[in-house]
């Protein structure tokens, strides 16, 4: 008798914190570390600039929770791409997939390396701005070293997910309690009158949530490995959840 074939599958290797890491180490970027001053200019006023980032934050959680439900119906790995393709052809799949790997997703990559390799070499250059061609290798390598990384072994590339987001948040939580403790102080002169000179144009309010929402990017991830998963439909609701 003739053997069935078998059927390529991906190792069930990513658990509930991988998941989490994956999740909240993409979203937790060099974007939110610079985005602030730039939704903080382009709205005018702390007040203002407050309520895009909860505005933001709403919006991603609300499209986070469509994306578990998807990921649970549909258990394959390619993110909207498989969505597309399951539900409108693969015309408008291919077109998708095609701009995505070309332009969208490379210059995403590149704006993050950037404004790491910014942060890396600018303790190196105290009093000068660095140069532009040591900013550009240092995002290279770091592009390269992260490639192969996620290429030799999943599990591997998931315990340095971890690393970093644990790095990262602690990070941010230096910044949040320091926050915490200058309004202990006494120090609340930019709540003061918070929303005076808001721009409440179309253009300074599209621009601060995009800005906004960039910091944000990376809550989709997970649903680009849900065949690597192990139980998607619970660790899917469950990370979207933390």
């Known amino acids: ?3 069935k074939p078998q059927k390529l599958s991906l190792k069930r290797e990513v658990g509930l914190v991988g998941a989490v890491s994956l999740i909240g180490g993409t979203m937790i970027g060099s974007g939110i570390f610079m985005s602030p001053q730039s939704v903080l200019s382009s709205i005018g006023s702390p007040g203002a600039s407050l309520v895009i980032w909860a505005c933001c934050g709403f919006l991603v959680i609300l499209a986070s929770f469509c994306y578990a439900e998807l990921g649970t119906v549909i258990q394959e790995s ?3 791409y498989i969505y597309i393709l399951r539900t409108s052809g693969p015309v408008v799949a291919f077109m998708l997939i095609f701009s995505s790997v070309l332009f969208v997703r490379p210059a995403g990559v590149a704006g993050i390396s950037l404004s790491f390799a910014q942060y890396v070499v600018a303790p190196f250059y105290a009093d000068c701005p ?3 061609l040591v900013v550009k290798c240092v995002a290279a390598v770091a592009i390269i070293v992260l490639a192969t990384i ?3 072994n999943v599990r591997f ?3 340095v997910q971890v690393f970093f987001m644990v790095a990262k948040v602690l990070a941010l939580a230096v910044i949040i309690v320091g926050g915490v403790m200058m309004l ?5 002169e930019n709540f003061e009158e918070s929303f ?4 409440v144009g179309i253009n300074p309010i599209g621009i601060a949530f995009y800005q906004g ?4 990017d990376g809550w989709n991830n997970l649903n680009y490995v849900t065949e690597e998963l192990k139980r998607p439909e619970v660790r899917k609701s469950a990370s979207s959840a933390f």
């Not at 202990?184 to 609340?188: K, N």
């Not at 005076?196 to 721009?199: H, K, R, W």
């Open 1 to 3: 008798m003739d053997e």
């Open 78 to 80: 390619g993110g909207e």
């Open 130 to 132: 660095p140069p532009v």
């Open 150 to 152: 996620n290429c030799l």
């Open 157 to 159: 590339s998931m315990s």
């Open 184 to 188: 202990i102080r006494g120090h609340t």
């Open 196 to 199: 005076e000179n808001t721009d």
């Open 213 to 216: 929402l960039w910091s944000y």
